[in-house]
């Protein structure tokens, strides 16, 4: 599977971004899909995951209640809304590919997009 990230940028505190995930390749609907993201000088960090038939969902805390993950399999598509950004929201947001979901809420996959860049001005 090839996964490409996109749909990061600049916005304020309290703003809103929706990345996007296209996948091609094999067959997504296959794959749990999730996001992780990365801050200068940090550790990855894990942020959502999303089963395969887009039925179950998982968030890290810190973004639950904010950020929505989503999946369109008829378009090979994973999305992630976020909504009331804050500063700490600051990263490179990697969307990643594996047959288990659970693996993927530890940040193992076996694939991974090149990232986007989301900054979050306060």
């Known amino acids: 599977v090839q996964l490409q990230a996109s749909g990061g940028g600049l916005v304020q505190a309290g703003g809103s971004l929706r990345l996007s995930c296209a996948a091609s390749?094999?067959?997504?609907?296959?794959?749990?899909m999730g996001w992780f993201r990365q801050a200068p000088g940090k550790e990855r960090e894990f942020v959502a995951a999303?089963?395969?038939?887009?039925?179950?969902?998982y968030y890290a805390d810190s973004v639950k209640g904010r950020f929505t993950i989503s999946r369109d399999n008829a378009k090979n598509t994973l999305y992630l809304q976020m909504n009331s950004l804050q500063a700490e929201d600051t990263a490179v947001y990697y969307c990643?590919?594996?047959?288990?979901?659970?693996?993927?809420?530890?940040?193992?996959?076996?694939?991974r997009g090149q990232g986007t860049q989301v900054t979050v001005s306060s």
């Open positions: 990643a590919a594996d047959s288990n979901l659970g693996l993927l809420r530890r940040i193992v996959y076996d694939y």
């Open positions: 390749g094999r067959t997504f609907s296959n794959y749990a």
């Open positions: 999303i089963r395969w038939s887009g039925g179950s969902t």
